[in-house]
T-cell receptor
């Protein structure tokens, strides 16, 4: 069964450093999302991406965040200058249409 | 404002003791309601989509139902491996998912 994969599974970084989180979507999916979950809190939306551009972004997704599909298959989330409060699980989700979304296993980001 | 509320926050059951989890929602136009299972440190695993009131979906010991204001996830004769957090989510008008806080289910042998 096809699945969404994410790398790395765990990333530890120092405050102010840049990180890139990677996702390989299910092959025929066209809609891509990033969500995050701070420990003990709800899963919250960051950004949606369709047709090689951002469809919508949340208030959390400020100028420090960016997304792209560098090679037409991978989908990346970049945080330019990490803050302590960026520590969370980051989930990539993909969908065939604009409804059902399938999530990857997540990347645990720890900012020290 | 679109909102999803789940109850109870936590539920402890004995193996074989059936129960139900609740998800109430407020959304401007229902575009589906999704149930996910999440194990600790993992991503949400898709379980069901329900699109209209009266619809029911089943998978093994789980059955999801939908009314105009809420959804129930019924667990029949649960086993310890059903222990997880169950998340409910609805897409808003731009299709981003609005999640509830989840119900943490613990099934004791």
């Amino acid at each position: 069964e096809p699945e969404v994969t994410q790398t790395p599974s765990h990333q530890v970084t120092q405050m102010g450093q840049e990180v890139i989180l990677r996702c390989v979507p299910i092959s025929n999916h066209l809609y891509f999302y990033w969500y995050r979950q701070i420990l003990g809190q709800k899963v919250e939306f960051l950004v949606s991406f369709y047709n090689n551009e951002i469809s919508e972004k949340s208030e959390i997704f400020d100028d420090q965040f960016s997304v792209e599909r560098p090679d037409g298959s991978n989908f990346t989330l970049k945080i330019r200058s990490t803050k302590l409060e960026d520590s969370a699980m980051y989930f990539c989700a993909t969908g065939q249409g604009s409804y059902e979304q399938y999530f990857g296993p997540g990347t645990r980001l720890t900012v020290t | 404002e679109d909102q999803v509320t789940q109850s109870p926050e936590a539920l402890r059951l004995q193996e074989g003791e059936s129960s139900s989890l609740n998800c109430s929602y407020t959304v401007s136009g229902l575009r589906g309601l999704f149930w996910y299972r999440q194990d600790p440190g993992k991503g949400p695993e898709f379980l069901f989509t329900l699109y209209s009131a009266g619809e029911e979906k089943e998978k093994e010991r789980l059955k999801a139902t939908l009314t105009k204001k809420e959804s129930f996830l019924h667990i029949t004769a649960p086993k310890p491996e059903d222990s997880a957090t169950y998340l409910c989510a609805v897409p808003d008008s731009s299709y981003k998912l609005i999640f509830g806080s989840g119900t943490r289910l613990l099934v004791r042998p």
